[in-house]
């Protein structure tokens, strides 16, 4: 069994969000690479790597990161992931523009992980890169510890 994970960009940027990069490290100690995959993908028609910042945030944190872009989010996205976490705003209309909706309940904040509809800190409005990194760190934990217990079940053998 293979869990497929993909994180939106914030709002207003086309980066991949750092939670993509804390999960692939975090899956990757594990040892789950091979039942746990992990993308982003973005709103924005015109995206980039993760910034300067974001990336030097990721690496004094001993997470590795590399010049990868988010993916533009199309419709055929919806089916291809079985959980499709948003750093802030779950409730922006692109959605069901661009995903048709949430008919498989897949779709969620990421910081409802620890608990929060507040949304992941957006490092370019109030919060910072710092902070976007502790409460994406901290989702991400959580997440793994979930998933981990799923793939790592034997499968029911039915008679």
Not at 28 to 49: N, Q, T
Not at 83 to 93: A, E, G, R, S, T
Request: overall charge neutral.
């Amino acid at each position: 069994m293979m869990i497929k994970l993909l994180f939106i960009s914030h709002t207003g940027t086309g980066e991949p969000p750092m939670a993509e990069f804390i999960m692939k490290d975090l899956v990757k100690k594990a040892g789950l690479s091979d039942k746990i995959y992990v993308s982003s993908a973005r709103f924005e028609k015109k995206g980039g790597p993760l910034s300067t910042e974001g990336q030097e945030v990721l690496k004094a944190h001993g997470v590795p990161c590399s010049a990868k872009e988010a993916l533009p989010l199309e419709w055929k996205t919806y089916d291809q992931y079985n959980y499709i976490y948003f750093m802030d705003n779950l409730q922006d209309p692109r959605i069901f523009n661009t995903l048709g909706g949430d008919v498989d309940n897949k779709l969620s904040l990421l910081s409802s992980a620890y608990g929060s509809e507040e949304g992941i800190s957006n490092p370019y409005g109030r919060g910072s890169f710092e902070r976007a990194f502790r409460d994406s760190d901290e989702a991400c934990k959580i997440l793994l510890r979930k998933f981990r217990e799923w793939v790592k079940q034997p499968l029911a053998v039915s008679c």
